[in-house]
């Protein structure tokens, strides 16, 4: 005998067995190809950024230390969100805009998931940096590899657990058309908006659940930076004040850079302003691919250690390279 969820099943994927992405509106055929090949070049930076943080700090033992455990932990998701949209978004543009169902419920899985890691991946960040500047004595004790290894590992598994619940809430309803999706991605609004079924509690729980998720390490975050800020004010030298302030700064723009723009268009959301689709789908995509693609320049650029390893690294090669050159 059927039960009640086999027959919701089975529903859903007789009337929409595929969706379909539309995308960015009024955009000619004929740019397609051209918008592809933007995605596949979006997606090659990033994943090479990505990956070169994972090889590097793996690779140079100076830089394996907690505070580097985060960034590659952040690194890790970053890549898990662009796999996980960019290729779709490329195959739109450069062969179909039809994907199944059942791909399209596990792309908004993952598009969540990583998603949320980030969120608490930047509370992390901003825990490490509040110890190191407020009880510096107590850090090796407080914030060590193990310490980091385990917060990490709780808050990918969290994350795991809030968003296979929504997931699967999500197909506790009948879905009967339409089958469009008004993204280049599936996520969750898209998707829950195809239910032939009120999804006015289902809408509230996730948006609860979606506020916590964004707001409860940003406002954590918030309250660390400015205890820091305040203890950086009470450091008695410009020079101590500007380097104490310098080994934030990079944990700041990627802050910036990943809730700001996510809290205006959460907030406009709210209280009921919406945005035409193809600039809605241009905020969404800046804000969810623009951090994980400029996180590896920030890195590098912004973090004092890996600047200075990196130069090490690059002199030492010249004077090899001289050194070569000389002999031969």
Partial sequence: MATYSDTMYKNRTTNIPEVILQGFIGIPAEYYGLL?????????????????????VACERSLQKPTYI???????????????????????????????FNSCITQMYFVHYFGTCTSFLMALMALDRF????????????????????????????????????????????????????HCYCDYISVITLACADISSLLVTTTSIAMTVLWGPLFYIIFSYVA???????ISTKEGRYKTF??????????????????????????????????????VMMYSLFPALINPLIYCFRTKEIKDTLMRKFKLRQVRVNEKSILT
């Fill in 70 to 100: 985060i960034f590659c932990n952040l690194a890790i998701s970053d890549l898990g969100f662009g796999t996980t949209t960019l290729p779709r978004i490329i195959a739109k543009y450069w062969m179909s805009d039809i994907m199944s």
């Fill in 246 to 283: 310098l080994t934030c700064t990079p944990q700041l723009l990627i802050i910036c850079l990943y809730y700001l723009p996510r809290s205006f268009l959460y907030v406009s959301f709210a209280i009921g302003f919406r945005f035409a689709t193809n600039l809605n789908i241009a905020l």
């Fill in 131 to 182: 110890v190191a500047i407020r009880i510096p004595l107590r850090y090796p004790v407080l914030i060590t590899h193990s310490t980091i290894a385990i917060l990490c590992s709780v808050l990918w598994i969290v994350s795991l657990l809030i968003f296979g619940t929504i997931t699967a809430q999500a197909l506790s309803v009948p879905y009967c058309g339409p089958n469009i999706i008004r």
């Fill in 36 to 56: 592809g090949t933007f995605f596949l070049f979006i997606y090659l930076m990033l994943a090479s950024g990505n990956i070169f943080i994972l090889v590097f």
């Fill in 228 to 234: 820091i800020i305040i203890s950086v004010m009470k």
